[in-house]
């Protein structure tokens, strides 16, 4: 189908990150928050965003003029009836993103494809939410969407070709990598770096190496651009956890049981760079 215009469920972190790299890309969006607070910090962080794509010299003035013109913020489900595609970027609870695939249904048109930017949630179960599962399919951007080129499509066993495919070629028209997984806990990459990151946070627990010394030994052993507890830290501990806890869940794997000092560190707020504090401290920078 012709896609013309998007919708993006939340503005957040990521629904935001998505809604400027379509904008960029010459699309129209609506991008949905529940109240006009978060509506609002999410378009200035789109702004913020553009404009330091402008200091970089990745986008000219007037092409973020022309993309900032193209994004229209609402606080209505209901906006979405003039959507071709709408990608969900609400935050990663199974139970809300049902909800809003049932409310998705029953207000876009029947061709109208449903994607989910998740990075753990299992698709199907939103797919079985709607009256068109063939058209409901996986979207996993990485953060910060606008820089990483990596997409990870995930598609169900009830996902159409067609849709598989238009998907794949919207992708690539965003400038993005496509890899494509099915409906498997983690997907490629999270079923990879969990267990990764884990086994880090486990040499720190049993005191089997300094920090600095993993960290160190991954950038300069395996030519990693940062080692293990940096990129948790970059991550977010707590969203580490969450997606751990959730395949874990699923899949009753041991390579996913969360070290208890993960769970500590959590529990205490220390998150990672967006909180001050994870393996390493950031409060002073």
Known sequence: MNIKTIGVVGCGLMGSGIAEVCARHGYNVIVREVNDDFLQKGLERVQGSLARAVDRKKLSAAERDAAWARIRGTTALSDFAAC??????????????KQIFKELDAVTRP????????????VTDM??????PDKVIGTHFFNPVPVLPLLEIVRTFLTSEETLQTMRAFGEGLGKTIIVSKDAPGFIVNALLIPYLLD??????????????????I???????????????????DTTLFIADEVFKEIKDARFAAPALLRRMV????????????FYDYSKQ
């Open 84 to 97: 071709d595609l709408v990608i969900e970027a609400a935050i990663e609870n199974l139970e809300l993103k």
């Open 127 to 132: 797919a079985g939410m709607t009256r068109k």
């Open 200 to 217: 880090a946070v486990r040499m720190v627990e049993n005191n089997f190496a300094t920090k600095e010394d993993i960290d160190t030994g």
């Open 111 to 122: 061709a109208v494809i449903l994607a989910s930017n998740t990075s753990s949630l299992a």
């Open 267 to 278: 529990a205490a707020g220390y998150n990672g760079r967006k909180s001050g504090k994870g």
């Open 219 to 237: 950038r300069l052993g395996l030519n990693h651009p940062m080692g293990p507890l940096t990129l948790l830290d970059f991550v977010g501990l």
